[in-house]
C-alpha cells in the first residue's frame, strides 16, 4: 500500500492546495496552498525512508528477486489491463529523486509565482504523481496512462505561468510528445496483440510480455515505437527541438521538474521497457541508437555554445547530456548502466540548480540575455560561486557527481563501442567551451548594465547549499548510489540476456542478436532471474 | 612514524580551501592568510616528518600506500581514493609543499591590496590540494581527478582578475587546450581499464608488462594517449599554445602553477608510468622528440618577447622540453632532477619578477625597466642566482647539474642520441642568451622608471630561500667524475622507484667532456647576451632591422603561429557553425510542418464566409460533381 501512498499524497495534496486557495482567497500570497504541497511531498519523503529502512522486512525481498515491494490489484480485468506497481532499487532513486525536486520546486517557487497559486501548485503536483507513476507502474497500460497524465499539468505549467512565448512552446511541448507517446501506444498494443495471439491471455503485464515470441521484424518494429516515445521525452536528436523552447519558456520549477524528471522517464523507459521488452531488436540497432547519442552530444553543446539566452544555453546542455544516457543504456552493460543511473541524477541536481540560478537571475534583472549581463560576481559573489560549481559539474570535473556517471558510461561504451566511446568523449571538450563560456558572459568580463541586484536569499542558499552537498557527495562517494541501484540494473541485465540465450536455444536463428552484437549482453552474468519474477504474478502484497 | 598520517598532507590544504570558500568573505586580510598559508605550511611541515620517517626508517619495498576509501565499485572497475607514497612522489611532495609554502608566503604580501584577498588563498589551496592528489594518487582515476583539479584551478587563477575580458579569454584557452589533452588521457584509461582491468598504476604496469608485447599496438597506443595528456598539461608542441596567455594570471600564480608544478605533471605522469613508456618505443621516441622540438622553438620565442612574465614562460617550455627529452631517453631521474631544480629558479625567477612588477606599479615591459640594480639590490641577486641557475652556470648552480645530467644521458642515448643532444645543447645557448638579455635589460643600463615599492619581509624570506636553493639544491647529485663520496645521491634515492637509466652513463672522461661543452656553451651565451644587450646594443637592433630579422621577430614573437592556425582552422569555423545555427537548423523542418498546416487552416478558413448564397452554390457544386462522378466512372 506505500505504493499507492507515495502516488496519492501528490495527487490528494494537489486538490487541497487548490480548494484552500480557492477559499483562502488568495489573500496571504497563497501560503497555504505552498504549505500543504510541501507538506504532501514531506509525507513522501517520510514514506520513502519508512521504505528503505524497512527494504529487508518485507515477506517477499528475496522471492522477487531485486524488488523489494509490489502493488498488484485488477483494474480493468476485461482488456487484462491490472493496477500493478512495483519497487526495485532503481524506482526507488528515481521516486526519491522526483520527491526531493519536487520540495525544491516548491521552494523555488515561493517568491516568483504569485498568481494563481493554488492552480499552480495542483499542476505541479499531478505532474510530479504522473511521473512517480511511470517510475514505478509494471502494466504497460497503466504505465502509457501515467505518462499521458504528467503532460497536460506539465503544459499548463509551461503555458499559464511561462514567460513570453509560453503558448507557443507549451504547445509544441504538448504536440512533440503526445505524438511520441501515441506510437508508443501502438507498439503497446501491437505487444498486446502478438502475446495475446501466441499465448491466449490478452495482458499489458509487464512480466508476462517479456519473452514474447515474434519476428525480428516485428519485434524491430515494436522497439521503435517505443524507442520514438522515449527518444521524444530524452530528447535525441533530431527531436530535440522541443525541448529549448519549452525550458526557456518555463517557470523556474518548470524547468526543473522539465530537466530533472520528465526527460528522465525517457531514460528510465529505455532501461526497463525496451531493452528487457526487445533484447535482440534493440541489440542490433544499437550502433545507430548510440550514433544518435553522439550525435546529441556534440549538437547539443554547438547548440548551447551559440546561444545568447542563459535558459536556452542550459536547455541545450540537456540535449548534449541526455546523449550520453542513449549511449550508456545501449551499451548495455553494467559499467555503463550504472553510469545511466548516476546521469539521472546528478544531471537532475547540477541542471536543475542552473535552471534555478537562472530563474533567480531573471527574478532580479528581468532578462535572460547574456549579452547584458557580465561581471555579475562583484555583486553576487555567492550567486557567482554557487554558478561556478555547477558549471564544473556541467563539463564533468572530476569530484563532481556528473564525472562519475560521464566517465562509467564512456568507460562501458568503451567495452561495447570503442568508436563510439571516443567521439562521444570529445563532449568533454566541448561541454567546457560552453560552460566556461556561460561563466565568462553573466559572471566575468566587462559590466555591460549597471545592474544593483541582491544576492540570494536565505531561502535560495539553503537550496543552493543542499544541491551542492548532493553533487559533491554523489561525486565522492556514489557507492551508496550504485549499491542501491545495482541489483535492479543485475535484473534488468538478466532479463535480457536470458532471452537471448533462450532464443539462440529455440534454434529461431534470424532472432538471434548477430554474433557482432553478441558482446552486448556479455556481463549479463548470473543464473536466470525472471523466473521468478514470473512466477509471483498474482502474489499481493 | 609518521607515514599514517600521510593522508594529512593534501586534506590540509583542502580543509583550508574549504573554509576559506565558506568563511572568507567574512574574514579580515589577516585570519584568511593565516588559514592560506598555514594550511600549506603545515602540509609542508607534515611533509618533511614524513619524508624523514620515509627515509629513517624505509617502509618494506619503499613504498606505502594508504586507502583512504572505496570511491566506485561497479563490476570490477573498483579505483579506490588510494595514496602511493614512493621516493618519486616523496620528491613531488616535497617540492610541491615547501616551494607551495614560500609562494603563499610571498603572495600573503603581494596580494595585500587586492579585493579578492580570501578568493585567492581559497583558490591556491584547492590548487595544491589538487597537486597533491595528483602526485600521490595510486590509481589512475584518482591521479586524473588531481589532474583536472589543477586544471581547475589554473583556469580559475588566470580568470582571477575577472573584470578584464581578456584574463577570461586567456583562462577558458587555458582550460579548453588542456582538456584537449586530458580528453586523450581519459580514453587512455578506458583502454587501459578495458584491456588490463585495473587503473592501480603499478598493477596495471605489471599486467602490462605480462600480456602486452612490447612495441605492439596497444602499449603504443596507450602510451600515445598518455602522452596526449602531458603534452596539453605540460605545455609541450602542438598544445603550448596556452601556457603564454596564463601569464595573465598574478605572478605568484604564475611561479606556483606555470612554472614550478603543475606544468611538470605531464613529466611526472610519463615517469610514473615508465613501463607503459618502456614498452612502446616508438612513442618513447617521440616523446623525446617533442622535447627537443619545444625546447628550441620556446628558446626563440622566449628571445624576443617584450614581457617579462612572457619570457619566463617561453623559458618554462622550454625547460620542460629538457625533461621530456630526458624522459624520451629514459633518464627517469635525470627528468625528476631537473625538475626540482627548475622548479626552485624558475619560481624564484617569477618572484622576482614580481617584485620588480609591483615595484614599478604593474609594467610589464621589459624595454621600460632598466637599471634596477641599485634600486632593488635584493630583488636583484635573487633574480642573478634564478638567472645563473637557468643559464647553467658551471659548479655553482642547480640548473648545471640537472641540465648536464640530461645532455649526458641524450648524447648516449643510441643513433638519436647526437641529434638530441646537439638540439639540447642549442637549447642551452639559447638560454643563456634570453636569460641574460632579460637580467641586462632590466637590472642594468641606466634607469627608466622609478621604483614604488619593495619587497617586504613577507617577499624577501621566499626569495632568499629559493635563491639559496637554485644554487645549492644541485648539490644533492653530484655526477659521478667528481669522484667524491655521495656523488648521485638524488638519483640513487629514487632508484627504489624509478628504473635506472635505460642507457648506460658516458664514461667519466666523455661526461667531463660532454660538461665542459655544456660549460662553454652557457658561458658563451651570456657574454652574447651581454654584447648585443648591455655593450652594444645597437647590434641586435641592426640585426631586427634586416629583413630577415623582421620576419623572424615577428615569427617568433607570434609563437610560430600556432595561435593563428588554430583560431583559423578551429575555433573560428566553430563560433561561425554555433552562430549561424543558433535558432537550430532542425526545427526549421518542425516549422516548415507547422506552417503547411497553418496555410491549410486559413485556406479552408476563408470558404467560412458566413454567405448561405455561397454556401448553397458549394453544395450544389459539390452534388454535381458527386453525381457525376458516381454515373460516368463506373
Same mark, same amino acid.
Given at each position: 500500500?506505500?505504493?499507492?501512498?507515495?502516488?496519492?499524497?501528490?495527487?490528494?495534496?494537489?486538490?487541497?492546495?487548490?480548494?484552500?486557495?480557492?477559499?483562502?482567497?488568495?489573500?496571504?500570497?497563497?501560503?497555504?496552498?505552498?504549505?500543504?504541497?510541501?507538506?504532501?511531498?514531506?509525507?513522501?519523503?517520510?514514506?520513502?525512508?519508512?521504505?528503505?529502512?524497512?527494504?529487508?522486512?518485507?515477506?517477499?525481498?528475496?522471492?522477487?528477486?531485486?524488488?523489494?515491494?509490489?502493488?498488484?490489484?485488477?483494474?480493468?480485468?476485461?482488456?487484462?489491463?491490472?493496477?500493478?506497481?512495483?519497487?526495485?532499487?532503481?524506482?526507488?532513486?528515481?521516486?526519491?529523486?522526483?520527491?526531493?525536486?519536487?520540495?525544491?520546486?516548491?521552494?523555488?517557487?515561493?517568491?516568483?509565482?504569485?498568481?494563481?497559486?493554488?492552480?499552480?501548485?495542483?499542476?505541479?503536483?499531478?505532474?510530479?504523481?504522473?511521473?512517480?507513476?511511470?517510475?514505478?507502474?509494471?502494466?504497460?497500460?497503466?504505465?502509457?496512462?501515467?505518462?499521458?497524465?504528467?503532460?497536460?499539468?506539465?503544459?499548463?505549467?509551461?503555458?499559464?505561468?511561462?514567460?513570453?512565448?509560453?503558448?507557443?512552446?507549451?504547445?509544441?511541448?504538448?504536440?512533440?510528445?503526445?505524438?511520441?507517446?501515441?506510437?508508443?501506444?501502438?507498439?503497446?498494443?501491437?505487444? $498486446?496483440?502478438?502475446?495475446? +495471439?501466441?499465448?491466449?491471455? $490478452?495482458?499489458?503485464?509487464?512480466?508476462?510480455?517479456?519473452?514474447?515470441?515474434?519476428?525480428? +521484424?516485428?519485434?524491430?518494429?515494436?522497439?521503435?515505437?517505443?524507442?520514438?516515445?522515449?527518444?521524444?521525452?530524452?530528447?535525441?536528436?533530431?527531436?530535440?527541438?522541443?525541448?529549448?523552447? +519549452?525550458?526557456?519558456?518555463?517557470?523556474? +520549477?518548470?524547468?526543473?521538474?522539465?530537466?530533472?524528471?520528465?526527460?528522465?522517464?525517457?531514460?528510465?523507459?529505455?532501461?526497463?521497457?525496451?531493452?528487457?521488452?526487445?533484447?535482440?531488436?534493440? =541489440?542490433?540497432?544499437?550502433?545507430?541508437?548510440?550514433?544518435?547519442?553522439?550525435?546529441?552530444?556534440?549538437?547539443?553543446?554547438?547548440?548551447?555554445?551559440?546561444?545568447?539566452?542563459?535558459?536556452?544555453?542550459?536547455?541545450?546542455?540537456?540535449?548534449?547530456?541526455?546523449?550520453?544516457?542513449?549511449?550508456?543504456?545501449?551499451?548495455?552493460?553494467?559499467? =555503463?548502466?550504472?553510469?545511466?543511473?548516476?546521469?539521472?541524477?546528478?544531471?537532475?541536481?547540477?541542471?536543475?540548480?542552473?535552471?534555478?540560478?537562472?530563474?533567480?537571475?531573471?527574478?532580479?534583472?528581468?532578462?535572460?540575455?547574456?549579452?547584458?549581463?557580465?561581471?555579475?560576481?562583484?555583486?553576487?559573489?555567492?550567486?557567482?560561486?554557487?554558478?561556478?560549481?555547477?558549471?564544473? =559539474?556541467?563539463?564533468?570535473?572530476?569530484?563532481?557527481?556528473?564525472?562519475?556517471?560521464?566517465?562509467?558510461?564512456?568507460?562501458?561504451?568503451?567495452?561495447?563501442?570503442?568508436?563510439?566511446?571516443?567521439?562521444?568523449?570529445?563532449?568533454?571538450?566541448?561541454?567546457?567551451?560552453?560552460?566556461?563560456?556561460?561563466?565568462?558572459?553573466?559572471?566575468?568580463?566587462?559590466?555591460?548594465?549597471?545592474?544593483?541586484?541582491?544576492?540570494?536569499?536565505?531561502?535560495?542558499?539553503?537550496?543552493?547549499?543542499?544541491?551542492?552537498?548532493?553533487?559533491?557527495?554523489?561525486?565522492?562517494?556514489?557507492?551508496?548510489?550504485?549499491?542501491?541501484?545495482?541489483?535492479?540494473?543485475?535484473?534488468?541485465?538478466?532479463?535480457?540476456?536470458?532471452?537471448?540465450?533462450?532464443?539462440?536455444?529455440?534454434?529461431?536463428?534470424?532472432?538471434?542478436?548477430?554474433?557482432?552484437?553478441?558482446?552486448?549482453?556479455?556481463?549479463?552474468?548470473?543464473?536466470?532471474?525472471?523466473?521468478?519474477?514470473?512466477?509471483?504474478?498474482?502474489?499481493?502484497? | 612514524?609518521?607515514?599514517?598520517?600521510?593522508?594529512?598532507?593534501?586534506?590540509?590544504?583542502?580543509?583550508?580551501?574549504?573554509?576559506?570558500?565558506?568563511?572568507?568573505?567574512?574574514?579580515?586580510?589577516?585570519?584568511?592568510?593565516?588559514?592560506?598559508?598555514?594550511?600549506?605550511?603545515?602540509?609542508?611541515?607534515?611533509?618533511?616528518?614524513?619524508?624523514?620517517?620515509?627515509?629513517?626508517?624505509?617502509?618494506?619495498?619503499?613504498?606505502?600506500?594508504?586507502?583512504?576509501?572505496?570511491?566506485?565499485?561497479?563490476?570490477?572497475?573498483?579505483?579506490?581514493?588510494?595514496?602511493?607514497?614512493?621516493?618519486?612522489?616523496?620528491?613531488?611532495?616535497?617540492?610541491?609543499?615547501?616551494?607551495?609554502?614560500?609562494?603563499?608566503?610571498?603572495?600573503?604580501?603581494?596580494?595585500?591590496?587586492?579585493?579578492?584577498?580570501?578568493?585567492?588563498?581559497?583558490?591556491?589551496?584547492?590548487?595544491?590540494?589538487?597537486?597533491?592528489?595528483?602526485?600521490?594518487?595510486?590509481?589512475?582515476?584518482?591521479?586524473?581527478?588531481?589532474?583536472?583539479?589543477?586544471?581547475?584551478?589554473?583556469?580559475?587563477?588566470?580568470?582571477?582578475?575577472?573584470?578584464?575580458?581578456?584574463?577570461?579569454?586567456?583562462?577558458?584557452?587555458?582550460?579548453?587546450?588542456?582538456?584537449?589533452?586530458?580528453?586523450?588521457?581519459?580514453?587512455?584509461?578506458?583502454?587501459?581499464?578495458?584491456?588490463?582491468?585495473?587503473?592501480?598504476?603499478?598493477?596495471?604496469?605489471?599486467?602490462?608488462?605480462?600480456?602486452?608485447?612490447?612495441?605492439?599496438?596497444?602499449?603504443?597506443?596507450?602510451?600515445?594517449?598518455?602522452?596526449?595528456?602531458?603534452?596539453?598539461k605540460s605545455a609541450q608542441l602542438p598544445l603550448q599554445t596556452w601556457l603564454p596567455d596564463a601569464m595573465a594570471g598574478p605572478t605568484p600564480v604564475?611561479?606556483?602553477?606555470?612554472?614550478?608544478?603543475?606544468?611538470?605533471?605531464?613529466?611526472?605522469?610519463?615517469?610514473?608510468?615508465?613501463?607503459?613508456?618502456?614498452?612502446?618505443?616508438?612513442?618513447?621516441?617521440?616523446?623525446?622528440?617533442?622535447?627537443?622540438?619545444?625546447?628550441?622553438?620556446?628558446?626563440?620565442?622566449?628571445?624576443?618577447?617584450?614581457?617579462?612574465?612572457?619570457?619566463?614562460?617561453?623559458?618554462?617550455?622550454?625547460?620542460?622540453?629538457?625533461?621530456?627529452?630526458?624522459?624520451?631517453?629514459?633518464?627517469?631521474?635525470?627528468?625528476?632532477?631537473?625538475?626540482?631544480?627548475?622548479?626552485?629558479?624558475?619560481?624564484?625567477?617569477?618572484?622576482?619578477?614580481?617584485?620588480?612588477?609591483?615595484?614599478?606599479?604593474?609594467?610589464?615591459?621589459?624595454?621600460?625597466?632598466?637599471?634596477?640594480?641599485?634600486?632593488?639590490?635584493?630583488?636583484?641577486w635573487c633574480f642573478l642566482a634564478g638567472a645563473c641557475s637557468l643559464s647553467a652556470l658551471p659548479l655553482v648552480t642547480a640548473g648545471f647539474y640537472?641540465?648536464?645530467?640530461?645532455?649526458?644521458?641524450?648524447?648516449?642515448?643510441?643513433?638519436?642520441?647526437?641529434?638530441?643532444?646537439?638540439?639540447?645543447?642549442?637549447?642551452?645557448?639559447?638560454?643563456?642568451?634570453?636569460?641574460?638579455?632579460?637580467?641586462?635589460?632590466?637590472?642594468?643600463?641606466?634607469?627608466?622608471?622609478?621604483?614604488?615599492?619593495?619587497?617586504?619581509?613577507?617577499?624577501?624570506?621566499?626569495?632568499?630561500?629559493?635563491?639559496?636553493?637554485?644554487?645549492?639544491?644541485?648539490?644533492?647529485?653530484?655526477?659521478?667524475?667528481?669522484?667524491?663520496?655521495?656523488?648521485?645521491?638524488?638519483?640513487?634515492?629514487?632508484?627504489?622507484?624509478?628504473?635506472?637509466?635505460?642507457?648506460?652513463?658516458?664514461?667519466?672522461?666523455?661526461?667531463?667532456?660532454?660538461?665542459?661543452?655544456?660549460?662553454?656553451?652557457?658561458?658563451?651565451?651570456?657574454?652574447?647576451?651581454?654584447?648585443?644587450?648591455?655593450?652594444?646594443?645597437?647590434?641586435?637592433?641592426?640585426?631586427?632591422?634586416?629583413?630577415?630579422?623582421?620576419?623572424?621577430?615577428?615569427?617568433?614573437?607570434?609563437?610560430?603561429?600556432?595561435?593563428?592556425?588554430?583560431?583559423?582552422?578551429?575555433?573560428?569555423?566553430?563560433?561561425?557553425?554555433?552562430?549561424?545555427?543558433?535558432?537550430?537548423?532542425?526545427?526549421?523542418?518542425?516549422?516548415?510542418?507547422?506552417?503547411?498546416?497553418?496555410?491549410?487552416?486559413?485556406?479552408?478558413?476563408?470558404?467560412?464566409?458566413?454567405?448561405?448564397?455561397?454556401?448553397?452554390?458549394?453544395?450544389?457544386?459539390?452534388?454535381?460533381?458527386?453525381?457525376?462522378?458516381?454515373?460516368?466512372?463506373?
Amino acid at each position: 500500500m506505500e505504493l499507492l501512498w507515495l502516488i496519492i499524497a501528490p495527487f490528494a495534496g494537489g486538490v487541497i492546495a487548490w480548494l484552500i486557495d480557492r477559499i483562502d482567497g488568495g489573500d496571504r500570497r497563497g501560503l497555504p496552498a505552498r504549505w500543504v504541497s510541501l507538506l504532501a511531498l514531506v509525507f513522501d519523503l517520510a514514506l520513502l525512508a519508512a521504505i528503505w529502512a524497512g527494504r529487508h522486512a518485507g515477506t517477499g525481498v528475496g522471492k522477487y528477486g531485486a524488488w523489494f515491494l509490489q502493488l498488484k490489484a485488477g483494474w480493468i480485468p476485461e482488456i487484462g489491463a491490472s493496477f500493478h506497481l512495483a519497487m526495485d532499487g532503481l524506482s526507488f532513486l528515481l521516486v526519491f529523486l522526483t520527491v526531493f525536486l519536487g520540495i525544491v520546486s516548491v521552494a523555488v517557487s515561493w517568491n516568483e509565482i504569485k498568481d494563481r497559486v493554488g492552480f499552480f501548485h495542483f499542476n505541479l503536483l499531478w505532474c510530479l504523481a504522473g511521473v512517480i507513476g511511470v517510475f514505478l507502474a509494471l502494466d504497460l497500460f497503466l504505465f502509457y496512462f501515467f505518462w499521458e497524465m504528467m503532460l497536460v499539468p506539465m503544459y499548463f505549467l509551461i503555458a499559464v505561468w511561462g514567460h513570453e512565448r509560453r503558448r507557443y512552446a507549451a504547445m509544441k511541448f504538448f504536440i512533440f510528445t503526445q505524438l511520441g507517446g501515441l506510437v508508443m501506444l501502438m507498439a503497446i498494443l501491437g505487444l $498486446y496483440f502478438i502475446h495475446g +495471439a501466441q499465448t491466449g491471455v $490478452y495482458t499489458f503485464d509487464y512480466f508476462s510480455l517479456i519473452g514474447t515470441r515474434m519476428s525480428a +521484424a516485428a519485434a524491430f518494429w515494436l522497439m521503435l515505437g517505443f524507442f520514438t516515445a522515449f527518444a521524444v521525452k530524452l530528447p535525441a536528436v533530431p527531436v530535440h527541438s522541443w525541448l529549448p523552447d +519549452a525550458h526557456t519558456e518555463a517557470p523556474t +520549477a518548470g524547468s526543473v521538474i522539465l530537466a530533472g524528471l520528465l526527460l528522465k522517464t525517457g531514460a528510465y523507459g529505455l532501461l526497463r521497457f525496451l531493452v528487457p521488452l526487445f533484447p535482440a531488436a534493440s =541489440a542490433s540497432f544499437a550502433p545507430v541508437a548510440m550514433a544518435i547519442g553522439v550525435a546529441g552530444i556534440l549538437y547539443g553543446a554547438i547548440l548551447a555554445f551559440g546561444q545568447t539566452d542563459l535558459k536556452k544555453l542550459i536547455a541545450d546542455t540537456s540535449i548534449s547530456h541526455m546523449g550520453f544516457i542513449l549511449i550508456g543504456v545501449f551499451a548495455w552493460n553494467s559499467l =555503463a548502466l550504472q553510469g545511466v543511473v548516476m546521469q539521472i541524477i546528478c544531471h537532475a541536481i547540477s541542471t536543475g540548480m542552473l535552471f534555478i540560478l537562472a530563474g533567480a537571475l531573471q527574478e532580479r534583472i528581468h532578462t535572460r540575455d547574456m549579452g547584458l549581463m557580465g561581471r555579475l560576481w562583484e555583486k553576487v559573489p555567492v550567486m557567482g560561486g554557487v554558478g561556478m560549481v555547477f558549471a564544473l =559539474a556541467s563539463l564533468g570535473l572530476p569530484g563532481l557527481g556528473n564525472f562519475v556517471a560521464e566517465f562509467l558510461i564512456l568507460l562501458g561504451a568503451f567495452k561495447a563501442n570503442p568508436a563510439m566511446s571516443v567521439l562521444a568523449a570529445l563532449g568533454l571538450i566541448v561541454s567546457t567551451v560552453y560552460a566556461l563560456r556561460m561563466m565568462q558572459h553573466v559572471f566575468h568580463g566587462e559590466e555591460r548594465r549597471g545592474w544593483s541586484l541582491p544576492d540570494l536569499s536565505a531561502r535560495e542558499k539553503g537550496v543552493a547549499a543542499a544541491m551542492i552537498i548532493l553533487i559533491v557527495w554523489l561525486g565522492l562517494f556514489p557507492q551508496p548510489v550504485i549499491d542501491a541501484a545495482s541489483p535492479a540494473l543485475q535484473g534488468l541485465e538478466a532479463i535480457a540476456g536470458s532471452q537471448v540465450k533462450i532464443i539462440s536455444v529455440a534454434g529461431l536463428g534470424r532472432m538471434t542478436a548477430p554474433p557482432a552484437q553478441a558482446s552486448f549482453y556479455r556481463t549479463a552474468s548470473g543464473p536466470l532471474k525472471s523466473g521468478a519474477l514470473k512466477g509471483d504474478k498474482n502474489e499481493r502484497r | 612514524m609518521m607515514l599514517p598520517y600521510l593522508w594529512l598532507i593534501p586534506a590540509l590544504p583542502f580543509a583550508g580551501f574549504l573554509v576559506l570558500s565558506v568563511l572568507g568573505r567574512r574574514m579580515g586580510n589577516g585570519p584568511a592568510a593565516a588559514v592560506g598559508v598555514g594550511s600549506v605550511g603545515l602540509s609542508a611541515l607534515v611533509a618533511i616528518l614524513v619524508a624523514s620517517s620515509f627515509i629513517n626508517a624505509p617502509p618494506p619495498a619503499h613504498v606505502y600506500t594508504q586507502t583512504l576509501w572505496r570511491w566506485i565499485s561497479v563490476g570490477g572497475f573498483a579505483p579506490g581514493v588510494m595514496l602511493y607514497l614512493d621516493s618519486l612522489s616523496l620528491i613531488m611532495v616535497l617540492v610541491v609543499t615547501v616551494v607551495g609554502f614560500l609562494i603563499h608566503l610571498y603572495s600573503a604580501e603581494f596580494m595585500a591590496a587586492d579585493d579578492g584577498y580570501s578568493r585567492f588563498f581559497a583558490y591556491m589551496n584547492l590548487f595544491v590540494g589538487s597537486m597533491l592528489v595528483l602526485v600521490l594518487a595510486g590509481n589512475l582515476l584518482f591521479l586524473y581527478l588531481g589532474w583536472e583539479g589543477v586544471g581547475l584551478c589554473s583556469y580559475l587563477l588566470i580568470g582571477f582578475w575577472y573584470r578584464e575580458p581578456e584574463n577570461g579569454a586567456a583562462a577558458i584557452k587555458a582550460f579548453v587546450v588542456t582538456r584537449v589533452g586530458d580528453t586523450a588521457l581519459a580514453i587512455g584509461l578506458f583502454l587501459i581499464f578495458i584491456n588490463l582491468g585495473t587503473l592501480d598504476i603499478q598493477r596495471m604496469m605489471n599486467l602490462a608488462a605480462l600480456h602486452w608485447r612490447p612495441g605492439g599496438a596497444l602499449p603504443t597506443i596507450a602510451a600515445a594517449l598518455l602522452l596526449g595528456g602531458a603534452i596539453g598539461k605540460s605545455a609541450q608542441l602542438p598544445l603550448q599554445t596556452w601556457l603564454p596567455d596564463a601569464m595573465a594570471g598574478p605572478t605568484p600564480v604564475s611561479a606556483l602553477i606555470h612554472a614550478a608544478t603543475m606544468v611538470t605533471a605531464g613529466v611526472y605522469l610519463i615517469a610514473r608510468t615508465n613501463v607503459l613508456f618502456t614498452m612502446a618505443p616508438a612513442v618513447q621516441i617521440a616523446v623525446a622528440v617533442i622535447g627537443a622540438a619545444t625546447l628550441l622553438v620556446s628558446g626563440m620565442s622566449a628571445l624576443v618577447q617584450h614581457d617579462i612574465k612572457r619570457v619566463l614562460a617561453y623559458s618554462t617550455i622550454s625547460q620542460i622540453g629538457y625533461m621530456f627529452v630526458a624522459l624520451g631517453v629514459g633518464a627517469w631521474s635525470a627528468a625528476i632532477f631537473h625538475f626540482m631544480t627548475h622548479a626552485f629558479f624558475k619560481a624564484l625567477l617569477f618572484l622576482g619578477a614580481g617584485a620588480v612588477i609591483a615595484g614599478l606599479g604593474g609594467e610589464h615591459d621589459i624595454f621600460r625597466m632598466g637599471g634596477l640594480r641599485r634600486q632593488m639590490p635584493l630583488a636583484f641577486w635573487c633574480f642573478l642566482a634564478g638567472a645563473c641557475s637557468l643559464s647553467a652556470l658551471p659548479l655553482v648552480t642547480a640548473g648545471f647539474y640537472s641540465k648536464g645530467l640530461i645532455l649526458s644521458s641524450a648524447w648516449e642515448a643510441g643513433r638519436a642520441g647526437f641529434w638530441l643532444w646537439a638540439a639540447a645543447i642549442a637549447g642551452a645557448l639559447l638560454t643563456s642568451i634570453y636569460t641574460f638579455r632579460l637580467v641586462f635589460i632590466v637590472f642594468f643600463g641606466e634607469a627608466k622608471a622609478k621604483i614604488s615599492k619593495k619587497p617586504g619581509p613577507r617577499a624577501a624570506i621566499p626569495l632568499v630561500i629559493l635563491a639559496f636553493l637554485s644554487v645549492a639544491g644541485g648539490f644533492v647529485n653530484f655526477p659521478a667524475f667528481f669522484g667524491i663520496k655521495g656523488s648521485m645521491f638524488f638519483s640513487r634515492f629514487l632508484a627504489s622507484a624509478l628504473p635506472s637509466a635505460t642507457y648506460a652513463a658516458p664514461l667519466p672522461e666523455t661526461d667531463l667532456l660532454l660538461e665542459a661543452v655544456a660549460a662553454i656553451v652557457s658561458l658563451a651565451g651570456i657574454y652574447v647576451a651581454y654584447f648585443f644587450f648591455l655593450s652594444s646594443p645597437e647590434y641586435s637592433r641592426e640585426m631586427a632591422g634586416t629583413a630577415i630579422g623582421k620576419v623572424l621577430k615577428r615569427f617568433w614573437f607570434e609563437d610560430w603561429g600556432f595561435d593563428w592556425l588554430y583560431e583559423k582552422t578551429l575555433a573560428a569555423p566553430y563560433r561561425w557553425l554555433a552562430r549561424t545555427n543558433r535558432n537550430d537548423a532542425v526545427d526549421l523542418f518542425y516549422s516548415f510542418i507547422a506552417k503547411v498546416n497553418m496555410f491549410f487552416h486559413y485556406g479552408l478558413s476563408l470558404s467560412q464566409t458566413g454567405k448561405v448564397r455561397f454556401y448553397a452554390a458549394v453544395i450544389a457544386l459539390g452534388a454535381v460533381v458527386t453525381i457525376t462522378i458516381a454515373v460516368f466512372a463506373r
